[in-house]
């Protein structure tokens, strides 16, 4: 009997529906990348759960951030050399801390309906988006895996990118599952059809898929009015990379892929982040065949390397990357500005004490600032690997004159997984919120070259030595969101601050 009892708690309905959420919700991502899930993978939380919101809330995010991240295993426990138990034990004290931004906005929304008798249409997409925000910048910020993202693949919702940055998408998304959910409500509790809130979230939806029309039509400046580039995949062996007697074989692999990107007629050629595990600064052999390889390209080389600084007693080091021309000179250098938990650094470490080996290959990383390189009349924004999921980065370089966004990645660590697929279309976002070129070079993949509409124009595959070329226009096109950032977001934040404040007066006044 007490088995059966444990049983029927465990499956309680709810329970299962804030489940069954996570996972509708984990799968619109890649791989498999079912994005129609999305629009209604909230709806069956909404419904069930308002008896107990958070804690159901708290369980679909968990279980969506354990799905969507499962790859920390790979990393942790392969190149961090955790022991498995102690790996999980990370990857779900992870998963539960960014279950919270999934578990306030169920609560706020479901009080807000009990409470005040505000619609979900109103009130969820506002909390939704507020607390994505809050979750890109809070301890740091850890924007990976935003609801907007899953619509990648959807282009007509995608170009709506530019207007409100992928927060606008997110929020779109959001809604149609409150509706789906009042709906559902309305209907359980003999309530008509909430006809204003289907004509609002109708005509919205409309004018997001007529805007993506309208601007797929646009027509795009021709390749003839740019320039040939070639992203150069060495495939290097992350076990390998920084041993120094690969060295001289990774050097090799890059040289001979430039020769190929030369005969391709690359004006520029872009090696991955820290393709050269040395520091180029240094004189000596290594820093003499890079600078030998860009005078045999006889074009622009741009390569990420590990870079020092001394102050006195005190030395800093950086993630960069450099810009060579074709006589093997020094154009610029661009540090990383943001940089990895459990990579560069460690988030909670207090809490987290038993991580510090995951960190130990690395290095203690110092961040750099924003400073677009100088290319024959053109100015190349650097975005070094995790900085492709931070919108404001994209954003501040090309405010400051970058023509042409340049992601080099090492997603080695994540090895065939899911996480390089979730990387690429995350950086693709840049692009459209931009519209602007975004080229991405990865050691292990995946590099690609993406348009302005955020269509990957061309792409490796995983583990494989390759080379992608093509022809990009540089110059950024008009965008809303490239000029007044993050306020859509900022007000959903300040607005789901004010909403709680309502709600804790009113449910003070009831106690009282």
Known sequence: MKTETAVRRFFRPDLVAAAGSGLLVAL?????SLYPLAWIGFAPLLVSGSRRPFRAGMLAGTVFFGLVLYWLNIVMTTYGRLALPLALAAW???SVYLALFWAVPFWGALRLRAVCRFPLTLVFPVFWVGCEYLRGWLLTGFPWALLGYSQHPFSLVLQTADLFGVYGVSFLVALVNALLAEIVLGRKDGHPLPVRSLLAVGCLLAAALGYGAWRLDTPAASPQQGFTVALAQGNIDQAQKWDARFLYETLDIYRRL?????????????WPESATPFY????GRPRSLVVGAARELGGFLLFGAPAYEREGDRVRFYNSAYLLNAAGEVLGRSDKIHLVPFGEYVPLKWLL?????LVAGIGDFSSGRVMPLKMNGQALGVLVCYEAIFPDIARSYVRRGSDLLVNITNDAWFGRSSAPWQHLEMAAFRAVEQRVWLVRAANTGVSALISPTGKVVSH?????PALVVGRVVPGAGPSLYRRIGDVLPFFCLLTAAGWLWILWRRSSGRAG
């Open 353 to 357: 004490p038993f991580v510090d080996k």
């Open 460 to 464: 490796s595959r995983l583990f494989e």
């Open 92 to 94: 779900l004290l992870l």
């Open 280 to 283: 180029f600064q240094e004189p």
């Open 28 to 32: 619109a991502f890649p791989r498999p």
């Open 258 to 270: 430039s020769r190929q990107a030369s005969r391709a007629g690359a004006e520029l050629t872009v």
